[in-house]
């Protein structure tokens, strides 16, 4: 497993794996770097070289997963990361689904029955995920911004103590197993059961969308339950040890 490094050129990581340009650009780089390493990049552009550099690995190889390096980040780096991820999926793939859903049923001269389980699949897939990221927004990251403000700002303490009396992470914990299987659900509906008189490039096309949505919700899984609820753990215990 050869991984990406600080003095790796960004195009050539780019070529390497095209799926990473979602990520480059929620971590803060648009494309038109020329020759540029990560280095340069970064230090142009005041981005955390090390953070870069693992959220684009830990993305492309599914494999690799430094638990110990990742929890040196900040909890603030990795919210803000989370969120952008999150506006990525709202503002883009979600719409792109939408779009791409309704391309492919409306090529099914027919408005049948089987058009309509795949709208509710997908609504079903939608509304859980929707739910989910709000819940996170709404209150799971803003407990876990305030906990770290109460460990950095003394004075803030007896406000958070009150806001959150028997502070844990485990009550703003949520599954991520139920938006995952309603997603296999709508895949496996179309690639085992569909009767495919539609047009298979748009279904294609609707599908290919599915396979990325998954593999970056996946990743972004990874990073709440494996970074960020470890490091909200160990923040609490040091909260604890200031009583
Ligand atoms: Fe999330
Ligand atoms: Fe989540």
């Known amino acids: 497993m050869e991984l990406f490094n600080e003095n790796s050129k960004?195009?050539?990581?780019?070529?390497?794996?095209?799926?990473?340009l979602p990520v480059i650009n929620r971590l803060g780089i648009k494309l038109g770097f020329g020759d540029q390493t990560?280095?340069?990049?970064?230090?142009?552009k005041d981005i955390d070289i090390n953070f870069f550099v693992e959220i684009i690995n830990v993305f492309?190889?599914?494999?690799?997963?430094?638990?110990k390096r990742l929890?040196?980040?900040?909890?603030?780096?990795?919210?803000?990361?989370?969120?952008?991820t999150h506006q990525?999926?709202?503002?883009?793939?979600?719409?792109?689904?939408?779009?791409?859903?309704?391309?492919?049923?409306?090529?099914?001269?027919?408005?049948?029955?089987?058009?309509?389980?795949?709208?509710?699949?997908?609504?079903?897939?939608?509304?859980?995920?929707?739910?989910?990221?709000?819940y996170e927004e709404r209150e799971m990251f803003p407990y876990v911004l305030e906990l770290n403000e109460a460990?950095?700002?003394?004075?803030?303490?007896?406000?958070?103590r009150q806001k959150h009396p028997g502070f844990s992470i485990s009550g703003f914990e949520k599954e991520h197993s139920n938006m995952d299987?309603?997603?296999?659900?709508?895949k496996n509906i179309i690639i085992k059961y569909l009767p495919?008189?539609?047009?298979?490039?748009?279904?294609?096309?609707?599908?290919?969308?599915?396979?990325?949505?998954?593999?970056?919700?996946?990743?972004?899984?990874?990073?709440?339950?494996?970074?960020l609820i470890p490091k909200v753990k160990q923040l609490e215990k040091v909260l604890l040890n200031h009583e």
């Open 10 to 20: 960004l195009a050539s990581v780019i070529h390497k794996d095209h799926s990473l």
């Open 38 to 44: 990560i280095r340069n990049i970064c230090e142009e």
């Open 60 to 67: 492309h190889y599914e494999a690799y997963f430094p638990e």
């Open 71 to 84: 929890l040196d980040f900040s909890v603030s780096m990795v919210i803000e990361y989370l969120i952008k």
């Open 88 to 134: 990525y999926y709202v503002n883009y793939l979600i719409p792109e689904n939408d779009r791409l859903i309704e391309l492919f049923l409306l090529a099914n001269p027919e408005e049948s029955n089987e058009n309509e389980l795949v709208r509710k699949f997908y609504a079903n897939f939608k509304e859980e995920f929707v739910i989910h990221i709000s």
């Open 151 to 160: 460990i950095k700002n003394p004075s803030f303490r007896e406000q958070f």
């Open 181 to 186: 299987d309603k997603l296999d659900d709508l």
């Open 196 to 227: 495919p008189n539609y047009d298979q490039n748009r279904g294609n096309a609707f599908l290919n969308n599915l396979f990325m949505f998954e593999k970056d919700m996946k990743n972004h899984s990874r990073i709440e339950d494996h970074i």
